[in-house]
Nanobody, 124 residues
């Protein structure tokens, strides 16, 4: 069974931090690029970050650069998105996605697997 499961979302005040986790099962993340996408109400889905499978290079959307950090965890098949200095405009459902291909900017060319999403809400 191939699954990606996100966790760590919640409600936080502006300026606060959250760490999202993505745990893979049924396959290994070793040779996949992992991208975080977000979907806000009334807005298009946008790529937030991507970490390469080749060399762990990371890429970020301009809107989150300097505030968010994505990394592969020490535990196998785990990826994190550390979100600092959160803003209300960061409010969205965040999805962990993977592709057996290079990152395409802060996202992916296409998505092989989607997680179920985790809600992040940033209040004033």
């Amino acid at each position: 069974q191939v699954q990606l499961v996100e966790s760590g979302g919640g409600l936080v005040q502006a300026g606060g931090s959250l760490r999202l986790s993505c745990a893979a099962s049924g396959f290994t993340l070793d040779y996949y690029a992992i991208a975080w996408f977000r979907q806000a109400p009334g807005k298009e889905r946008e790529g937030v970050s991507c970490i390469s499978s080749a060399d762990d290079s990371t890429y970020y959307a301009d809107s989150v650069k300097g505030r968010f950090t994505t990394s592969r965890g020490s535990a196998k098949n785990t990826v994190y998105l550390q979100m600092n200095s959160l803003k209300p405009e960061d409010t969205a459902v965040y999805y962990c996605t993977v592709e057996n291909a290079p990152c395409l900017g802060a996202g992916l060319r296409s998505v092989d697997y989607w997680g179920q999403g985790t809600q992040v809400t940033v209040s004033l």
